[in-house]
């Protein structure tokens, strides 16, 4: 099970527990709570009173806290996966070409033969650290109020600038990288993004021509009846 | 307080609706939300970084014949980045030297002033003082020694309507054939070939075979270095189909070799042999495709057509066996290359300097076609005999209008009488204007500079003095003659040798079509204003007319004018693209021809039924270039090089380029991160040969041929056989073409640059 699967099945428990805590505290009468009951807790025994007050405190507070924490843990990290992303319709050529066995674009070779384990898409669309991290994320929030609010025309159109270290996170220094002069040389520009790998190294993705309604690979690749 | 009665008010405290506070409190807390949210939202879209551009313009690179498509990003007027074109055909991909195509407007030593050779210095002119001086002297030349006296030397680099201009303004203008250029040096055997084979010139496929083809068979072509979007390509069909098989036939182990499933090493020079033996394992073992050559092909022995028997016949002398021995590979290979061939699905070859560099580059040209020929793998997807050609308009450019010494616009020929009429009447000139003789093709044309028989010769956008074989026997004739050079920097070695020096504009400081390998056409818009004082060479033959009184002929002044008079004209032709206007070729990323109107899709295979409009209805394949519309295969027996290793010269050289570099490095060698991948040119040695001489990796050596010596540094390379030297020619630190043999090719006249007898000796540094 993935980590994202856990806390949403923690999520969903968090939130039945916290409203049978509602619902049981609602119930109670403190007026009609016998001064003299105690409860015991294991390390130490409260009264009656101080025990409900302790539970509404959890029902209206501590597990609606709970729950919203782990329900953004979900969130946060859920977002990384492939299938968030191909649920917008536009990012749905993406991802079907990724997964083309024979398709010959950089995601899909990259996906093929499994040079990146999961989340394909943030591991490559998101920059070093935890700034590439929360920016990618934002990323991902405007794309959601573009695609929600229906501001956007196909195909779409990458905008700013893809960052070269997304690739040379893994490639830089290798053999076969190194193995070229030009990547030396040109190592200045590759590092500040200048000079694009995808020059030399082929499209990462379906060209816009192929994600235009209308063009002959539209319909196989957002899967919808020409 | 008054008598008069107070209205009566509703209860202060009482609301009309008891939960308005409630609903107000929600609404403005859901506003605020949503406030907060598009507030993010707008912060965002401001956050998202600038592109490396502000603005992006398509645009063609400038180097190799792969004609990529290319994005050209601006900003402030600056060119600050270059993109592949993914739209483009090639698919968004482009190599290093177009990567850097943005510093290349910004090379250092960038010629700004025209200048003119004054008491032996070149001194800075106006551009009046310096045309009115080549007008001047042009016209004495004419006067006193004929029109044949003057030449002029282009370059595949040249855009369409300045070749096109040149060529009219010489031939129809000056009235002498003497047009040629660097096209020679490269890319006429293919030319040859192809009108050999079909009647007309350039290629039947397209860039495309390559994603269908089965079978790719890589003869003397180097595309991981010299065309590396191509060798991207070719490596995208062997990754999608693991069954595809890529042979190379190289005498050395080039990046390529090493890369490809089967590498033939044959001797220097031999490779005829292989082709004619591959066509007689064919013959031999029924791997001919009889019902397509019955029906399409020719066979043709010294002008006369003879029967597939006497082909057959002739092969006799290329067994395997016969000629394993001599091409240094076995035959049992050959038997294997034929019949992969023969079986592919679709067979593709494709080919460039190594073959087209030798003086057999016709015959080897015409056996490549002659194997598609005869086992039907033509006219299919993926199945295609593809010449690919060296520099960015030697095709469309060159090749397409007629601007070669023995041609004229649209596959015409200078001797034939007819095709002299057809051109005077379309460019509006006397009958009998146009010259019956064909001009000197350049190895001559630099002899009769030595010479004398040309005086005078206007020499655009190249570097004849680094790029001829035996370079410097021809850049002392350059020095002889008045020669008028069009450079973008001082320091060329043409430049040196220039009696004037103009300054020229390139890429996108002008406007102008360049064609590519597969007759596609692709437009380059004026993006950047040129150097100080630089200017188009369309601007400098149209100013040169004038001054020679021939400003009625030339007309058309501008770009577009130019391509709209060339592109009416080619519809007289089945070179026609008249349906590629600019307005199409800035909208489109190329178009290829034929087009013959502005509402065609252009020509992917040429000579297919339903693609290529000259085809019959129903004929299927049509070759109708031949009277007969029937492909033609003359029957090429091998003869060995002039230059064959002996007790004095007992190496073989052979030179190419390097993939940082690009032809003679005027442009590419002043870009720092491409001079810098390549560093500076050396002999590449086998450490057996370097050894028997006492030579150390990064010694200084001194190579001799019969035509010269060049000294520069050997590096010893474990994948050279022994017996081979290479070299390329990108450096003017180290001028191979010093050493370099200049015989050519007896119907093409190029030269044989892929071959020459050397020897090399250790000198002290």
């Not at chain 2, 990003?73 to 060119?79: K, M």
Request: net charge neutral.
């Amino acid at each position: 099970m993935e980590t994202a699967d856990v806390f949403r099945v923690l999520t969903g428990v968090l939130s039945v527990l916290g409203a049978l805590l509602c619902v049981w505290v609602a119930r109670v009468n403190f007026g009609r709570i016998d001064p003299e009951r105690k409860v015991s807790l294991g390390v130490a025994t409260v009264s009656g009173v101080a025990f409900f007050k302790l539970l509404a405190l959890a029902a209206l507070f501590a597990v609606p806290a709970a729950t919203v924490a782990v329900a953004n843990y979900h969130t946060v990290e859920g977002v990384h996966g492939v299938e968030a992303c191909n649920r917008c319709h536009v990012m749905t050529p993406m991802v079907t070409d990724m997964r083309d066995a024979s398709s010959q674009t950089l995601a899909a070779r990259h996906f093929r033969n499994g040079w990146i384990a999961k989340d394909q898409c943030f591991v490559c669309h998101s920059d070093y650290g935890l700034a590439g991290d929360l920016r990618a994320k934002m990323e991902g929030y405007r794309h959601l109020a573009r695609y929600t609010t229906g501001t956007f025309t196909e195909p779409i159109k990458f905008r700013g600038v893809f960052h070269n270290d997304n690739c040379l996170k893994c490639h830089e220094g290798t053999p076969r990288f190194v193995a070229v002069p030009s990547h030396v040389t040109v190592r200045a520009r590759l590092a500040d993004s200048s000079l694009s790998c995808l020059n030399c190294h082929g499209r990462a993705h379906p060209t816009r021509d192929q994600r235009t309604p209308g063009h002959a690979d539209y319909g196989r690749l957002t899967g919808e009846k020409r | 307080m008054t008598d008069r009665e107070q209205p009566v008010l509703p209860p202060q405290d009482a609301p009309a609706n008891p939960y308005r506070r409630e609903f107000l409190w929600v609404l403005g807390g859901v506003g605020a939300a949503v406030g907060a949210g598009l507030a993010g939202w707008g912060a965002l879209e401001l956050m998202v970084p600038p592109g490396t551009a502000d603005q992006w313009h398509k645009s063609v690179c400038r180097f190799c014949g792969t004609g990529c498509t290319i994005r050209v990003g601006l900003r402030d007027g600056q060119i600050v980045d270059i993109r592949g074109h993914e739209s483009g055909h090639n698919r968004g991909v482009i190599c290093v030297k177009g990567s850097m195509l943005r510093e290349l407007p910004r090379i250092e030593g960038r010629l700004t002033r025209p200048m003119i050779r004054k008491g032996g210095k070149l001194v800075e002119a106006g551009w009046d003082e310096a045309l009115d001086l080549v007008a001047a002297r042009f016209g004495e030349i004419r006067d006193a020694h004929g029109p044949d006296a003057l030449a002029f030397y282009g370059s595949g680099q040249l855009f369409t309507e300045e070749s096109y201009t040149a060529n009219k303004l010489f031939k129809a203008g000056l009235r002498t054939n003497n047009v040629d250029g660097n096209p020679r040096l490269c890319m006429a055997s293919a030319a040859a070939g192809y009108v050999s084979v079909y009647g007309k010139d350039e290629p039947p496929g397209s860039y495309e075979d390559i994603d269908h083809a089965d079978v790719l068979l890589l003869f003397g072509a180097n595309p991981y270095e010299c065309h590396p979007p191509l060798w991207e390509r070719i490596q995208r069909r062997r990754a999608a189909d693991p069954r595809v098989y890529t042979i190379c036939v190289d005498p050395r182990l080039s990046p390529t070799a090493k890369r490809c499933d089967l590498h033939l090493p044959v001797v220097p020079g031999t490779d005829l042999l292989l082709l004619n033996a591959m066509a007689r394992v064919m013959v031999e073992d029924g791997l001919v495709n009889r019902a397509f050559v019955d029906r399409h092909v020719r066979f043709a022995r010294d002008g006369h057509t003879v029967g597939f028997d006497e082909f057959a016949a002739f092969l006799a002398d290329y067994t395997p066996p016969a000629v394993a021995g001599r091409l240094g590979i076995g035959a049992d290979v050959i038997r294997h290359v034929a019949h992969r061939f023969a079986r592919a699905g679709a067979a593709m070859s494709l080919w460039t300097m190594g073959a087209n560099q030798r003086t057999q580059g016709t015959a080897l040209n015409i056996m490549l076609n002659a194997l598609h020929l005869l086992t039907g793998q033509i006219g299919r997807p993926g199945a295609t005999p593809f010449s690919i050609t060296g520099q960015p308009n030697a095709c469309g450019g060159v090749r397409d209008t007629g601007a070669l010494a023995h041609a004229l616009p649209g596959g015409r020929q200078v001797t034939n009488e007819a095709h002299r009429r057809e051109v005077e009447k379309l460019w509006g000139v006397p009958e009998g204007t146009i010259s019956p003789r064909p001009g000197y093709h350049a190895v001559e044309l630099f002899r009769a500079l030595e010479d004398g028989r040309v005086k005078g010769a206007l020499i655009l956008c190249t570097n004849p003095a680094q790029s001829m074989p035996d370079c410097d026997r021809y850049a002392a004739a350059m020095d002889k003659a008045f020669t008028v050079v069009s450079e973008i920097v001082a320091d060329s070695e043409t430049a040196k040798t220039a009696s004037v020096l103009l300054p020229a504009a390139l890429w996108c400081e002008k406007q102008g079509v360049l064609g590519q390998g597969e007759r596609r056409y692709q437009l380059v818009d004026k993006l950047i204003d040129p150097p100080g004082e630089a200017r188009p060479d369309l601007w400098i033959l149209t100013q040169l007319a004038e001054r020679l009184g021939l400003g009625q002929l030339i007309k058309a002044r501008t770009p577009q004018e130019v391509w709209d008079e060339w592109r009416h004209m080619s519809a007289h032709s089945v070179y026609n693209f008249e349906g590629m206007t600019y307005e199409r070729l800035r909208a489109l990323p190329g178009l290829q021809w034929p087009c013959p109107t502005e509402d065609h899709p252009g020509t992917v295979r040429r000579y297919v039924e339903g693609d290529d409009p000259f085809v019959s209805k129903g004929a299927g394949i049509e070759f109708y270039g031949q009277k007969d519309k029937r492909a033609v295969i003359t029957l090429c027996p091998y003869v060995p090089s002039p230059e064959q290793p002996g007790e004095d010269y007992p190496l073989y050289l052979t030179t190419g380029r390097v993939l940082e570099q690009w032809h003679t490095g005027t442009m590419t060698g002043r870009i720092a991160e491409l001079g810098g991948a390549a560093g500076p040119a050396r002999f590449m040695v086998s450490p057996a040969d370097a050894a028997a001489r006492g030579v150390s990796s990064g010694d200084m050596v001194e190579f001799s041929s019969r035509f010269g010596s060049v000294r520069g540094r050997a590096v010893t390379d474990p994948d050279l056989r022994p017996g081979l030297v290479f070299a390329a020619f990108y450096d003017a630190r180290l001028l191979v073409n010093r050493v370099v043999a200049d015989h050519v090719d007896p119907v093409s006249k190029e030269p044989e640059f892929k071959l020459t007898a050397v020897q090399f000796r250790k000198i002290r540094d």
